[in-house]
């Protein structure tokens, strides 16, 4: 017996379903009868224990940038919606809001395959949900679709399937794709010094995503002669945990040298540079 269970996190949740998705999907291609008779013999299971908004409650603010696409067939809908705007915070996957609400006649049964791609590429994220015949008639919960650095940043796709199941029906339908955006964390450099020294140069500064988390990529530390032109690399620096870098430029820079330290190939974030001069 296959039991859908309300996972502690995202990602348990995402991976805990495939297992019920996998038994379920078996039972699309079949008539629907054979559905039914599975259902009732306990081979798949759906708990209630998925927190829903009960019938006749206020629905949820939603956020006015919120798109919302809706999947209708006779045995009842499901709208699924998520904000357009997302953007990296760490170098894991992204998992994207996605509120489901429904509206069913007793004992429907929903499945949903979704998969997130990208326009010229080979991105195809694939995730699911499942709306058990035991779910009351209405309602709506908070589920997530992914995506993750090495998809990279930009114009992304959410789209699928619906299978409604029902007493003597199997209704499939195709859902509107939904259009998203997912754009690269922001990183900057704070803190950026150059101290001369007797025999070197120190140079120091923070390269972060947020308050504390360090930017990826790597950093470079390069200088500009008073009264040059172009700049010459001179370091790339380990960046700690919470992005501060340090550098020691073998030779005491001239008063009035420009030395710029800028963040570079990070496949989550933006890049990032900052100039100090040598006093």
Not at 58 to 85: A, F, K, M, W, Y
Not at 234 to 243: C, N
């Amino acid at each position: 017996m296959v039991v859908l269970a309300q996972a502690s996190s995202p990602r348990a949740r995402w991976m805990r379903r495939w297992g019920v998705v996998a038994a379920i999907a078996s039972l699309i291609v079949a008539a629907a009868p054979i559905h039914e008779a599975a259902w009732a013999t306990g081979d798949v299971a759906a708990s209630s224990t998925r927190p829903v908004q009960p019938s006749g409650t206020r629905p949820p603010i939603r956020d006015p940038h919120e798109q919302s696409v809706t999947v209708s067939s006779t045995l009842g809908e499901v709208v699924l919606s998520l904000d357009p705007r997302q953007r990296f915070i760490e170098p894991k996957c992204l998992f994207i809001p996605l509120t489901v609400s429904w509206r069913l006649r007793p004992g429907t049964t929903v499945v949903g395959l979704l998969a997130v791609t990208k326009p010229g590429s080979a991105v195809n994220n694939q995730d699911s949900f499942v709306l058990g015949e035991d779910e009351p008639s209405s309602g709506s919960y908070l589920d997530h679709v992914y995506a993750c650095p090495a998809d990279g940043t930009g114009q992304f796709a959410l789209a699928g399937t619906v299978t409604f199941l029902g007493l003597g029906a199997s209704e499939l339908r195709t859902m509107p794709t939904i259009g998203f955006q997912v754009a690269a964390a922001l990183t900057t450099i704070a803190g950026l010094s150059a101290i001369r020294r007797a025999s070197a140069t120190l140079v120091h500064g923070r390269a972060r995503v947020g308050a504390s988390r360090a930017a990826g990529g790597v950093v470079v530390v390069s200088v500009r002669e008073p009264g040059g032109s172009s700049w010459m690399n001179l370091a790339v620096p380990d960046v700690g945990p919470t992005g501060e870098f340090s550098a020691r430029i073998a030779v005491p820079l001239a008063t009035g040298t420009r030395v710029l330290a800028e963040v570079i190939s990070c496949t989550w974030c933006t890049g990032a540079r900052a100039i100090v001069t040598v006093r």
